[in-house]
């Protein structure tokens, strides 16, 4: 089969030719339909998260089982863990110090087939392409635990309008919240994109909210966001970074903390989560933005990433 391999870090996918990998145990083999690019492989890519190499990326798979009834499952970020932990015990397996990610522990969705344990596989919504319910598998996932930790908030900021934050709009808009999108300054396209799908307001990340907020997420990379965000929200509200990695957070006086506001980050996704968000879907019904790149493209994909010149979500296409 034909893989997009990360061979060193910082260096760029290489396309190879590679056997069909063999699922044991527990595991399925499916022939990948699309997988999602997330800023979590571009960090995988340039090397400013640690991984075994080789590896080929990409954990937001659609596919449909080989060899079986040809169901069509998806695959996420969480792809094992131990189940005897505190954390697994305790119905917080995505913090599970022994588990396995996808695209990072294991081989991922950049290729043309990928193996996963079944028990980490969900069945998907119908009425959406593969296509474009693959960004759900992460974006969406890992976007909607950063919702549930905002609580009850109604105004709520969303610093980097990505593909996370594209699906997180039309959740948190059907939910009766009002939506405030900060993007890079000038970002007219993802601004547009943001009023397209019933954001309030849309601006700068560095211009102050029209009114306070009562909650903010953090999805983009750039750690002098967080004292920003903060000062955005009003007393008792929640700042919520929401990526795996981030640029380091400046100094900021302890005024901007005081007040009970709350700064948290969220880590991964548990299962749960992903039947929650799944079943949620189809009712607001989520519609998802993205740009199709053949898997000989994956490296563009996580360029186009990198450049800011994405809007919604990119997906790969074997
Ligand atoms: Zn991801
Ligand atoms: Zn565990």
């Known amino acids: 089969m034909r893989a997009a391999v990360l061979e060193r870090p910082g260096s760029p996918l290489r396309m190879v030719e590679r056997p069909r990998p ?7 083999l499916l022939r990948v339909a699309a997988c999602g690019v997330c800023r979590t492989d571009l960090h995988l890519r340039d090397g400013e998260l640690e991984l075994p190499l080789p590896r080929v990326p990409g954990h937001q798979i659609v596919g449909t089982v080989v060899g079986g009834d040809g169901r069509r499952l998806g695959v996420p970020w969480l792809g094992w863990t131990c189940g005897r932990c505190r954390w697994c015990r305790e119905g917080r397996e995505n913090l599970c110090p022994e588990a396995r990610f996808t695209g990072r522990d294991v081989d991922g969705g950049f290729a043309e087939y990928a193996v996963a344990d079944a028990r980490f596989c969900f069945p998907l919504p119908d009425g959406l392409p ?3 319910v693959a960004p759900l598998l992460c974006a969406g996932l890992i976007g909607y635990r950063a919702l549930r930790m905002c609580g009850d908030a109604t105004r709520l900021g969303l610093y980097g309008f990505g593909s996370a934050a594209h699906v997180l709009t039309q959740v948190a808009v059907a939910q009766g919240r009002s939506v405030f999108a900060f993007t890079r300054a000038g970002d007219a396209p993802a601004q547009a994109l943001a009023r397209e799908l019933g954001a309030a307001w849309t601006g700068a990340s560095e211009e102050a909210p029209p009114e306070p907020l009562d909650a903010a997420i953090v999805f983009a990379p750039v750690g002098s966001l967080v004292p920003l965000a903060l000062r955005a929200v009003a007393p008792g509200g929640t700042v919520v970074c929401g990526g795996i990695h981030m640029s380091d957070i400046p100094s900021f006086p302890y005024a901007d903390l005081w007040g009970e506001r709350t700064l948290r980050s969220v880590a991964n996704l548990t299962r ?3 039947r929650e968000f799944l079943a949620l879907a189809p009712t607001v019904p989520l519609r998802t933005h993205v740009t199709r790149y053949p898997l000989e493209r994956a490296e563009a994909a996580l360029d186009d990433l990198r ?3 994405l809007v919604g979500a990119a997906v790969v296409v074997p």
Do not use: I, T
């Open 22 to 28: 063999q699922p044991g145990p527990g595991e399925l």
């Open 272 to 274: 749960e989560d992903a």
């Open 307 to 309: 450049a800011g010149r």
């Open 130 to 132: 593969d296509d474009q």
